[in-house]
C-alpha cells in the first residue's frame, strides 16, 4: 500500500516538475543569455553537491552489500484509519492505561480499516523524499484522476489515524489530571478531531 | 511481536509515514518544479536534492538494520545523519528543515521505542529533539515530519513528568494535523468542485 501511495505521490510529483518546467520556458531564454545571478553560490553548492554525491555512492554501495535495491520502493501498508469502534476505545483505552506509567501509541491496537482500492501510478520518482519512498518502478496503469484521489484519501486517513493517536495519548494524561479543564479541552478536542478526520476518512473510503 | 518488528510494522509508524510520503513527495516535487520557475526557496537547490537523496538512502539502511532486529545500528545511522551538518534555512528552506525534522523524529522514535539501547539521559534526549526542532520549527510551513517531532517532544516531557508541558506539546501536534487535514480535506472539496 506505501509503495502504491508512493507511486501515487510520484504521479503528483512529476505533474508538479512539469508545472515547474511549463512556467519556466519564457525564463530560460533570459538565462542563456546572462550568467545566472546565483552562479557563485551555485558553484559552491556544486563542491558540496559532490561531496554529499559521494556520500551517497557509498551510502548506495553499502545498501547494495546488503542486498538492498536502492531503485525499488519498499512494500508499504495501508494506512491504518480508525474505526468507530476504535475511536469508541479511546476514551476505553485511556481509562486502562490509566494506571500505566508510561504508553507507546505505536503499539496501540488499531483494526485496519478498507482503504479504497487504488489504481497505481506510474511515474518514476526522482524528487526528493525524506524517507525510502521513491520509485523507479513503471506503472502497470495510467495516471490518472483516480489516482489522486486515492492518494488524497490515504493522506486523510493517516491523518486521522495520527490525530486518534494523538488523542488517547492526549485523554490518558488527562487521566491523570482529572479536574484540570485545560486537560479535559484539550482532550476534548483531540476526540472531536478524531471524530472528525475519521469520518472524512469514512466518507473518502465509501468513494 | 518483537520490539524491532512493532517499530517497523506498528500502525502509528505506518500512519506518519504514508504521511510522509504524499507530503514530502509533493513538497520535494514542488520544490524541484518551483526552482525550475525560479521561485525557489532554497538557494542551493542541488545540494538541497543530494541531501535528501542521502537523507533517503539511510532511511532505506535503516530499514534493513531495523528489519534484522539491529536496532542499535539503526540508532547508530540516525545519530551519525543527525550529526552532520544541516543546510542553514536561507539555504535549505522549508523543505530542508523537514528533513532534518523527519532524521530526528526517526531516532527519536527508536531512542523512545529502545531506551537501554546506548543510552541517553531524558535531558540529553530533550536536547536532541530541541536540537532538531531549533528555534524556528514554527515558521516553518505546516508538515507531518514536524508535527510528529513536536508530538515526539509532548512523549519524552510526559516521560520526565512534565506533564503541562507535554500537554502542550501534544496540543501543538494536534494543532499541525487538523492544519493538515484541513489542507486536505479543502483540496478534496475544490477537486470536487464542478
Redesign the interface.
Known amino acids: 500500500?506505501?509503495a502504491t501511495?508512493?507511486l501515487?505521490?510520484?504521479a503528483?510529483?512529476?505533474?508538479?516538475?512539469?508545472?515547474?518546467?511549463a512556467?519556466?520556458a519564457p525564463?530560460s531564454a533570459a538565462a542563456t543569455a546572462a550568467p545566472h545571478p546565483?552562479a557563485p553560490?551555485?558553484g559552491?553548492?556544486?563542491g558540496?553537491?559532490a561531496a554529499?554525491?559521494a556520500?551517497?555512492a557509498q551510502?548506495?554501495a553499502?545498501?547494495a552489500a546488503?542486498g538492498?535495491d536502492?531503485s525499488r520502493s519498499?512494500d508499504?501498508?495501508?494506512?491504518?484509519a480508525p474505526t468507530k469502534r476504535e475511536r469508541d476505545e479511546i476514551r476505553d483505552g485511556a481509562d486502562e492505561k490509566s494506571s500505566e506509567s508510561?504508553t507507546?501509541?505505536?503499539?496501540?491496537p488499531?483494526p485496519k480499516t478498507p482503504v479504497a482500492p487504488k489504481s497505481a501510478a506510474p511515474s518514476p520518482?526522482t524528487?526528493?523524499?525524506?524517507?525510502?519512498?521513491?520509485t523507479a518502478e513503471p506503472s502497470p496503469e495510467p495516471v490518472g484522476a483516480a489516482s489522486?484521489?486515492a492518494?488524497?484519501?490515504?493522506?486523510?486517513c493517516?491523518?486521522?489515524?495520527?490525530?486518534c493517536?494523538?488523542?488517547q495519548?492526549?485523554c490518558t494524561?488527562a487521566k491523570?489530571?482529572e479536574g484540570d479543564a485545560?486537560?479535559a479541552d484539550?482532550c476534548w478536542?483531540?476526540e472531536r478531531?478524531c471524530e472528525?478526520?475519521s469520518d472524512?476518512c469514512a466518507d473518502?473510503s465509501a468513494c | 511481536m518483537t520490539s524491532g518488528a512493532?517499530?517497523l510494522?506498528?500502525?502509528?509508524?505506518?500512519?506518519?509515514?504514508?504521511?510522509?510520503?504524499?507530503?514530502?513527495?509533493?513538497g520535494?516535487?514542488?520544490?524541484?518544479?518551483?526552482?525550475?520557475?525560479?521561485?525557489l526557496a532554497a538557494?542551493?537547490?542541488?545540494?538541497?536534492?543530494?541531501?535528501?537523496?542521502?537523507?533517503?538512502?539511510?532511511?532505506?539502511?535503516v530499514?534493513?538494520l531495523l528489519e534484522r532486529g539491529d536496532e542499535a545500528g539503526a540508532i547508530a545511522a540516525l545519530e551519525a545523519l543527525r550529526r552532520q551538518p544541516w543546510p542553514a534555512r536561507e539555504d535549505g528552506g522549508d523543505?530542508g528543515e523537514?528533513?532534518r525534522h523527519?532524521?530526528y523524529g526517526?531516532l527519536v522514535?527508536l531512542r523512545?521505542?529502545f531506551p537501554d539501547i546506548d543510552p541517553v539521559g531524558d535531558d540529553a534526549l530533550l536536547q536532541i529533539i530541541d536540537q532538531g526542532l531549533s528555534g524556528s520549527y514554527r515558521e516553518v510551513e505546516t508538515n507531518?515530519?514536524t508535527?510528529r517531532l513536536v508530538?515526539l517532544r509532548?512523549?519524552a516531557l510526559?516521560?520526565r513528568g512534565r506533564?503541562d508541558e507535554?500537554?502542550g506539546a501534544?496540543?501543538e501536534?494536534?494543532g499541525m494535523?487538523?492544519a493538515?487535514?484541513d489542507r486536505?480535506?479543502l483540496?478534496?472539496e475544490l477537486?470536487e468542485a464542478p
Not at chain 1, 151 to 156: A, F, L, T
Not at chain 1, 158 to 163: F, K, P, R, S, Y
Not at chain 2, 49 to 58: F, I, K, P
Open positions: 500500500m506505501r501511495t508512493l501515487l505521490a510520484g503528483l510529483a512529476t505533474g508538479l516538475l512539469a508545472s515547474g518546467c512556467k519556466r525564463e546565483l553560490e551555485l559552491a553548492a556544486a558540496e553537491l554529499v554525491s556520500a551517497l551510502n548506495a553499502s545498501l546488503l538492498v536502492t519498499r508499504g501498508e495501508k494506512p491504518d508510561a507507546d501509541l505505536d503499539d496501540a488499531t520518482s524528487a526528493p523524499t525524506a524517507t525510502a519512498r521513491t489522486d484521489e492518494s488524497g484519501c490515504d493522506r486523510i493517516a491523518l486521522a489515524g495520527v490525530a493517536d494523538l488523542a495519548r492526549i494524561l491523570h489530571h485545560r486537560y484539550v478536542n483531540a478531531q472528525q478526520a472524512a473518502c | 512493532r517499530t510494522a506498528s500502525p502509528a509508524t505506518a500512519r506518519w509515514l504514508t504521511l510522509a510520503l504524499g507530503f514530502v513527495l509533493g520535494g516535487s514542488m520544490l524541484v518544479g518551483l526552482a525550475q520557475a525560479g521561485r538557494a542551493r537547490p542541488e545540494a538541497l536534492v543530494a541531501l535528501a537523496q542521502m537523507v533517503e538512502v539511510e532511511h532505506r539502511r530499514d534493513l523543505i523537514q528533513l523527519d532524521v526517526r522514535r523512545l521505542d507531518p515530519f508535527a508530538a509532548g512523549e510526559e516521560g506533564d507535554a500537554l501534544y496540543e501536534a494536534l494535523n487538523r493538515l487535514l486536505e480535506l483540496d478534496r477537486g
